[in-house]
């Protein structure tokens, strides 16, 4: 098992995962981000989306939405710190159409306390999320 690299995927509510994994990946800040052991030292922003963890000796991904963080990876070890991360089999579509729903509300409202930067970040987080639970059904079936 020399061909892995440690991988530790956190929020500030809990640790998702700790363990060893072939391969891991990711939203970048600029585009979707594939992890391989021994690959070169890096830090970089995440976007909300999907971490899939290709976990050693297993046959299923770990996949785990987060809604932005920070990336650091070493040739021996990635960390995720993530803003706010759930399982994907913890995600509820009903709270995210909720979520999505109130966030474009809020955009299309005019009035002057709209907090545009927030709605906007709570929008683009339900739409992540919503697309996490599609790809994961499409993995499934």
Do not use: C, W
Request: a negative charge; glycine letters at 6%; zero cysteines.
């Amino acid at each position: 098992m020399a061909n892995v690299i440690h991988v530790d995927v956190v929020s500030a509510e809990a640790e998702l995962f700790s363990g060893d994994a072939e391969f891991v990946s990711l939203p970048g800040e600029d585009g979707e981000l594939g992890i391989f052991p021994r690959h070169t030292p890096l830090i970089t922003r995440i976007k909300p989306g999907t971490v899939r963890v290709r976990v050693a000796g297993r046959s299923e991904d770990e996949t785990i939405f987060v809604a932005g963080g920070i990336l650091e990876v070493q040739p021996d070890s990635v960390t995720v710190l993530a803003d706010t991360a759930i399982r994907a089999h913890d995600l509820d579509e009903a709270k995210a159409f909720e979520a999505k729903r109130n966030a474009e509300e809020a955009l299309h409202n005019k009035s002057s306390d709209v907090d545009y930067a927030r709605a906007s970040a709570e929008l683009a987080t339900a739409v992540a999320q919503l697309a996490a639970i599609q790809r994961i059904r499409k993995d499934h079936h």
